[in-house]
């Protein structure tokens, strides 16, 4: 048990379900996801529903979308077992899911990053 808890990471996921479904299909298939983590043995940390939103371009010849967002603990079979389900789910149009710590860290490199070029053009100035 104390290896499983070691190789728990933390992710965020955001899926985006049709907007013309019922309000029971979109309860419906986060109940689903919901399931598939628990089963998982993962832990849901927070669940966000944002409503409908306009999408920045057509997904499946849709203009909006139904968006959930998902904070969890689990590894890294549990996620690709839960991006497997999104596949093949026809609620979902879209998906994307991010680990934390590596955003965070990709952050600060990015900004990093930003600082070198500044450093650069004023030596060459």
Do not use: C
């Not at 049709?18 to 029971?24: F, T």
């Not at 109940?31 to 849901?44: A, F, R, S």
């Not at 690709?80 to 965070?104: C, G, H, P, T």
């Amino acid at each position: 048990m104390s290896l499983q808890q070691e190789t728990q990471r933390k992710y965020e996921t955001i899926f985006i379900l049709d907007p013309d479904l019922e309000e029971e299909a979109v309860k419906s298939a986060v109940e689903k996801i919901k399931g598939i983590l628990t089963q998982g043995n993962g832990e849901i940390l927070k669940i966000e529903d944002w409503g409908k939103r306009k999408l920045a371009y057509e997904v499946k010849k849709k203009s909006k979308g139904h968006y959930i967002l998902i904070h969890l603990a689990g590894t890294p079979a549990l996620l690709s077992e839960l991006e497997r389900n999104f596949r093949v789910m026809d609620a979902v149009i879209k998906f994307q899911s991010v680990r934390l710590d590596e955003k965070e860290g990709a952050v600060s490199e990015g900004t990093a990053l930003e600082d070198q070029p500044e450093e650069i053009s004023e030596e060459t100035a």
